[in-house]
């Protein structure tokens, strides 16, 4: 049995408004579209169809019990079964279990605080907001590595970060025996743990975004696309490269911001997550790509 967490977060009823009509039809062919990477990423993985069917179940029974429960009343197995078709006995035995929980590895919660310390502050980067070469150690209040980790934290020795980075290719020591920050620092190798509560993180939030705008009288969150089809390879090619450069560019000064403004927070409970996705095909699997002509600055996206 997974370990869960049954603090959901959600108040009753304020997710349970009645579906529009014929919601669960037009539904089908984009469940269809997004669930086919994730079917494709858990064949390859080795989960197999019992294994997130279970899992589904779950949610499924997880979901309606909590976030569409009716202010006032108590949420009964019956009425889980109906908003969900999951037989009442089967609903009585996972009811209780809570939602998976969503925690940030700590390795991940650190090295994600560092770096976007040393891509914000100011004592951490040049003119341009760039990243520093960062001396190990410095006297006074010069700026080094060993300050910049524990500006974070003062329970974890900086030479141990450092150890740890360097193993994962995160920093590089140049030829002045300073660190420097590698740009593959900001996206999780292949190899590494972290890319899986990132996936889970980043598409969560990003799927909860769509399915508020879809689900309310007007689109809360932003979300947009531009996007192009019929195009060739290599201006696919050029499109990608340059809109990673402007893509950078907005995630390096939306950090800056939000980290200057930290300093003056007094906390809560609260969480925001800007993202940025860039992806290009030869031409996807509905064969959306040879379909028409041009489409030109097109904004897209379920909102």
């Not at 390859?44 to 309606?64: D, I």
């Not at 970060?161 to 420097?180: A, G, P, S, Y």
């Not at 879809?214 to 019929?230: D, I, K, M, T």
Request: one cysteine or more; aromatic letters at 6%; glycine letters at 6%.
């Amino acid at each position: 049995m997974r370990r869960y967490n049954s603090d959901m977060n959600a108040k009753p009823g304020s997710k349970a408004a009645a579906p529009q009509p014929n919601a669960a039809a037009k539904l089908h062919a984009p469940l269809a579209r997004l669930l086919r990477p994730l079917v494709r990423l858990c064949i390859r993985s080795g989960m197999t169809f019992p294994a997130l069917a279970q899992l589904l179940r779950e949610l499924f029974v997880n979901v309606a019990e909590h976030d569409f429960a009716l202010e006032g009343k108590e949420q009964t197995d019956s009425r889980v079964s109906l908003l969900t078709g999951i037989h009442r006995k089967e609903v009585a035995r996972l009811r209780g279990a809570g939602a998976p929980v969503n925690e940030t590895p700590a390795a991940v919660s650190l090295t994600s605080a560092v770096i976007a310390r040393w891509l914000a502050a100011p004592e951490f980067t040049d003119a341009k907001g760039e990243p520093l070469a960062l001396p190990r150690t410095a006297e006074g209040d010069a700026a080094s590595f060993e300050q910049l980790v524990a500006s974070v934290t003062k329970d974890v020795r900086p030479r141990a970060v450092l150890d740890e980075w360097l193993d994962r290719k995160l920093v590089t020591i140049n030829e002045n025996d300073e660190i420097t920050l590698v740009e593959a620092a900001f996206v999780p190798s292949g190899g590494d743990d972290s890319k899986w509560h990132y996936l889970g993180r980043n598409l969560h939030d990003h799927i909860a975004a769509a399915e508020q705008n879809v689900s309310g009288a007007a689109p809360r969150f932003l979300e947009r696309a531009v996007h192009y089809n019929n195009i060739s390879p290599k201006l696919a090619r050029r499109l990608e490269a340059r809109s990673r450069e402007l893509a950078m560019d907005a995630l390096k000064t939306a950090n800056r911001e939000a980290n200057r403004a930290l300093a003056k927070d007094k906390g809560g409970d609260a969480r925001w997550n800007f993202g940025i996705y860039i992806y290009s095909e030869d031409a996807d699997e509905e064969g959306e790509a040879r379909e028409g002509g041009k489409e030109g600055s097109k904004e897209g996206g379920s909102s």
